[in-house]
């Protein structure tokens, strides 16, 4: 059996408690999982705040394939393959716009389709008369994405129309969403701020892995802490911390702070860091947003709100949440050894300025390419595409806290520096791998 088979090699890459290199440097394997795990999982495609008007568009690719999302007249978030039925050239070439019109037309032929993707008109129309092209895939317009899904304003797609429905997908998982929009009195959230996109050479698993990896920030970040640790003992803060100092600094915690921080897997390769508690725990609250959400969500979930500001909230396999300071990480790969990772902020709606200073200042301090600790996060994440490459050890190390038991409870809770927020995405990357019928 062809699916027995694959089943096989998979399990051969990915052990209990380690991976085989070939996951992050095969290209085969790349190929295959732009089929096999990215056409058939729900991945995050953007935000409606995107596209606020009728007309509006952003573009992107997702397995491989490039897509539009777009609003259409009657205010729907529309998402289709950015390809005109004709002659298959894309009809969509800027990153984002507004159309000048209520139509769209393909520069090529000037064929046309409504904002909903049905088609309007084509030159020589008559040339088809008598032919088959009514009833092809051709004259059926814009193709939609497999299966659309927006939820509180975040836009996630399945490209295959066949598949797991979403709610069963995501889970308990999607609560992160909802803690994060209810940081807003209104329940809204806006993109703001530009995206900052930074591409590295390295397999994008590394960079998923290293999302919820607690242990690194102690040693990888320790000059970045240090440095901005002797600033502050130079400027004797006292109870006056600057932002840029109340985000850096807790980065200098020890290995007992993420420890007890906790963890959480899901189904599907979902987790959580940082159930507990995380670095972002000590942000000062301000007596009037407080009193504003009690208003809009009651003193229960405020208190809920507040207190829960996870490390890190991964929605495999593309989006990262961080609750606390509003912002997110998407993660696009590209090649096996080059990954586009976006990192986009929220203005909290009807909350406090202080709230989206915040986003902005965090990602340009941890996020942008250039910042002191992102700097020490890229270097890394190269050297090890780098080292997968020595024959010393084909494997990779996933031992840290291993229990024989953890397989068979698809959620469970785990400490803040437990290996297995890392092994539950590789176990995910096996099930998405080999799930095609079986075959003769």
């Known amino acids: 059996m062809r699916h027995s088979k694959k089943l096989g090699h998979m399990q051969h890459l990915v052990k209990e ?6 996951v992050y440097l095969d290209e085969a394997l790349f190929a295959q999982e732009q089929q096999e795990l990215f056409a058939n999982a729900w991945t995050y ?15 992107l690719d ?8 777009l609003r259409d007249q009657e205010g729907q978030v529309r998402v289709f393959h950015n390809r005109c039925p004709h002659r298959g050239a894309k009809l969509f070439a800027a990153e984002s716009g507004r159309l000048d019109g209520r139509f769209i037309r393909c520069a090529y032929h000037s064929w046309s389709f409504r904002l909903n993707g049905a088609p309007i008109s084509m030159p020589l129309k008559e040339g088809y008369e008598g032919t088959n092209m009514a009833c092809s895939p051709a004259g059926e317009g814009m193709k939609p994405i497999g299966a659309l899904q927006v939820y509180r304003g975040f836009i996630f797609g399945r490209v295959n129309p066949q598949g797991m429905d979403f709610r069963d997908y995501f889970g308990d998982v999607l609560s992160s969403i909802d803690l994060m929009v209810d940081r807003s009195p209104k329940g809204e959230l806006q993109i ?13 698993k590394l960079y ?11 040693s990888t970040h320790e000059s970045a802490v240090r440095a901005a640790q002797s600033v502050a003992d130079d400027w004797n803060l006292g109870t006056n911390v600057p932002m840029a100092f109340e985000q850096i600094l807790p980065f200098g915690q020890r290995y007992d702070f993420f420890k007890e921080m906790g963890g959480q897997v899901f189904p599907h390769g979902h987790s959580i860091s940082g159930t507990k508690f995380s670095i972002h725990s000590g942000y000062g609250v301000m007596p009037e947003y407080v009193s504003a959400l009690q208003a809009a969500h009651g003193e229960a979930r405020t208190k809920e709100i507040l ?11 593309s989006l990262a949440l961080k609750g606390s300071p509003q912002t997110i990480r998407v993660i696009r790969p590209v090649a096996v050894n080059r990954t586009v990772i976006e990192s986009w902020n929220f203005r ?22 250039m910042s002191v600790v992102a700097h020490d996060d890229v ?22 806290e291993y229990e024989a038991s953890e397989t068979a409870e698809p959620t469970r809770m785990c400490s803040g520096t437990s290996e297995l927020l890392l092994r539950n995405f590789h176990r995910a990357w096996v099930t998405f791998m080999t799930s095609e019928s079986q075959e003769a």
């Open 348 to 369: 909290t709606v009807d909350g406090p300025e202080l709230l989206l200073d915040r986003a902005l200042t965090y990602s340009r301090l941890v996020y942008s390419p």
């Open 45 to 59: 495609l953007g935000h409606d705040s995107q596209i606020p008007a009728t007309g509006d568009f952003f573009t």
């Open 192 to 204: 703001e701020g530009g995206v900052l996109r930074n591409t590295i050479a390295c397999n994008w």
């Open 208 to 218: 998923l892995e290293n999302i919820n990896d607690s242990v690194h920030p102690v």
């Open 62 to 69: 997702v397995a491989g394939q490039p897509f539009v999302a």
């Open 307 to 317: 207190e829960r500001s996870p490390q890190n909230t991964v929605l495999y396999p």
């Open 379 to 400: 270097h890394l994440f190269e050297m090890q595409q780098q080292g997968l490459r020595s024959n010393a050890n084909e494997w990779i190390s996933l031992h840290r």
């Open 17 to 22: 408690d380690c991976v085989h290199r070939d």
